[in-house]
């Protein structure tokens, strides 16, 4: 640290409130720009989370921009690979990947396939696919991790349809039992999975009581409100003795209300003319 960086003063929370606020608007406006070049996908999930990989990826993780593989960084686990579009926007906006390379995405020879692979994408720290996995593998980081003395820590963002899964929920045990407070599973409750609402295909509520049953340190936070995650993630991160889960409740397009409302919002397909539609109310939501 130089004697400059020592004399600036950290900024408030409103300031780092505001610039996420920003980050979390590129996000979303680079999740469009992939989405045009497909003209569908998963850009519902990629906008619903985009405050939650902002606070994430300009506020919380360690990592070098310039060197993905650097030993001494924070893992950020994404085991819902078909979010990998809000991934890249979040990449991009960190700067492990160039902006202009989101035009390749979903394309023949592209990093940024469609569903997310680590061999493929710098960054991307597991391939994703087969949903319950994530956990898992980051119980096995962090176990590993401390054994080596490292101080890293291990995020895994979750959907709430993975919490169908029992290798979530035997992951979250042995997370509990082996007191990984370099953990912090981070679960995007949007309430809707491919065969329709999460409570009509099973039901998962009361969710944080059962991660708190498991022996987690729990917090509940409207995934959209980056005041309240930005709150929930230094709480997370000053927690010792368990790991810690944010359970965030987030909505489906976030930000453009015109996908928020689609009826059938997993897997979207939006035409042509709506893509310029999606971005002026992307911009003039952000400055209301």
């Given at each position: 640290m130089t004697s400059t960086e020592m004399l600036t003063e950290a900024p408030t929370r409103q300031e780092r409130i505001s610039r996420l606020r920003e980050s979390a608007r590129r996000i979303r406006h680079n999740a469009l720009l992939m989405g045009e070049v497909q003209g569908q996908g998963y850009i519902g999930q990629a906008l619903g989370v985009a405050d939650i990989l902002a606070v994430a990826y300009c506020d919380q993780l360690r990592f070098r921009p310039e060197d993905p593989e650097w030993a001494g960084r924070?893992?950020?686990l994404l085991s819902i690979g078909h979010y990998a579009i809000a991934l890249y926007a979040a990449?991009?906006?960190?700067?492990t990947i160039p902006v202009s390379e989101l035009e390749t995405y979903g394309s023949d020879e592209s990093r940024l396939p469609m569903?997310?692979?680590?061999?493929?994408t710098p960054g991307m720290e597991i391939s994703g696919g087969s949903l319950g996995h994530g956990l898992t593998v980051a119980a096995g980081m962090a176990l590993g991790l401390r054994r080596l003395g490292s101080e890293s820590r291990i995020f895994n963002l979750l959907s709430d349809g993975e919490l169908d899964e029992g290798s979530t929920w035997e992951a979250a045990l042995e997370c509990s039992n082996h007191e990984l407070d370099n953990v912090t599973a981070i679960v995007d409750v949007n309430a809707l999975q491919a065969d329709g609402p999460t409570a009509t295909v099973l039901r998962t509520e009361p969710v944080t009581d059962k991660?708190?049953?498991f022996g987690w340190h729990a917090i509940r936070v409207?995934?959209?409100?980056?005041?309240a995650l930005v709150d929930a993630f230094d709480a997370a991160a000053s927690h010792r003795g368990a790991p810690s889960v944010i359970v965030c409740d987030t909505r489906i397009g976030r930000g453009v209300p015109l996908l928020e409302d689609r009826e059938k919002a997993h897997f979207m397909r939006v035409e042509?003319?709506?893509w310029q539609i999606a971005r002026t109310q992307l911009e003039e939501g952000f400055t209301r």
């Open positions: 924070d893992r950020f990449l991009a906006e960190a700067g569903s997310g692979m680590a061999s493929y991660w708190r049953a409207d995934g959209n409100d980056i005041g042509e003319h709506e």
